[in-house]
């Protein structure tokens, strides 16, 4: 599995972003896609994730009420909705993906990974 990941960019405090990711190489079917960020200087952190056969998702605690994650099926594309964007969001964003039964949150439980996309946030 490839991923591309894209959409990020400059924005301020309380704006939106999209974020897509595009698998390719093999259609998405007992898979979880995760979204993760790291920030400058900290380590890679979980943003969410979605199971792609039943859509079924968790977040960070961090991220609930702000971000929505969804995939299309037809298209092999995740994407990662951000609202009410914060300074703390900054960070490359990336996207991950493996074959599974659930949602998995742990940075080495993926097995592909997209390039990152930068997300700046200014106050």
């Known amino acids: 599995v490839q991923l591309q990941a894209s959409g990020g960019g400059l924005v301020q405090a309380g704006g939106s972003l999209r974020l897509s990711c595009a698998a390719s190489?093999?259609?998405?079917?007992?898979?979880?896609m995760g979204w993760f960020r790291q920030a400058p200087g900290k380590e890679r952190e979980f943003v969410a994730g979605?199971?792609?056969?039943?859509?079924?998702?968790l977040s960070a605690n961090s991220v609930k009420g702000r971000f929505i994650i969804s995939r299309d099926k037809a298209t092999n594309t995740g994407y990662l909705q951000m609202n009410n964007l914060r300074p703390e969001d900054t960070a490359v964003y990336y996207c991950?993906?493996?074959?599974?039964?659930?949602?998995?949150?742990?940075?080495?439980?993926?097995?592909?990974w997209g390039q990152g996309t930068e997300v700046t946030v200014s106050s």
């Open positions: 190489g093999r259609t998405l079917h007992s898979h979880c």
């Open positions: 991950a993906a493996r074959g599974g039964s659930r949602v998995y949150t742990g940075v080495l439980e993926y097995e592909y």
């Open positions: 979605i199971y792609w056969s039943d859509g079924n998702t």
